[in-house]
Nanobody, 113 residues
Framework: QVQLVESGGGLVQAGGSLRLSCAASGSIFSINSMGWYRQAPGKQRELVAVITSGGTTVYADSVKGRFTISRDNAKNTLYLQMNSLKPEDTAVYYC???????WGRGTQVTVSS
């Protein structure tokens, strides 16, 4: 089994930046893709970004050009660099592995206007 633990969330003003981290442990040899999802209050969970084992990345249109997903395989860590944050980015952000079959518990990101 794979365990995922997110960190790096917090409160930031609009226009600011945050970097989320996700530490993976357990059966890390089985991990291929990793990604980030988010869920805002009253809304459905949505894909933010995904990165494959080969380094291919996919982003939601709403975050293209502002967010960057990356992974450090040596450290078993996934990152999400979030720049030019907007109030509508406020949500709980979840780390996922293996095409969202494994989930972390989430970290809160709040962007004030």
């Amino acid at each position: 089994q794979v365990q995922l633990v997110e960190s790096g969330g917090g409160l930031v003003q609009a226009g600011g930046s945050l970097r989320l981290s996700c530490a993976a442990s357990g059966s890390i040899f089985s991990i291929n893709s990793m990604g980030w999802y988010r869920q805002a209050p009253g809304k459905q969970r949505e894909l933010v970004a995904v990165i494959t084992s080969g380094g291919t990345t996919v982003y939601a249109d709403s975050v293209k050009g502002r967010f960057t997903i990356s992974r450090d395989n040596a450290k078993n860590t996934l990152y999400l660099q979030m720049n030019s944050l907007k109030p509508e980015d406020t949500a709980v952000y979840y780390c996922t592995a293996n095409w969202a079959t494994t989930w972390g518990r989430g970290t809160q990101v709040t962007v004030s206007s």
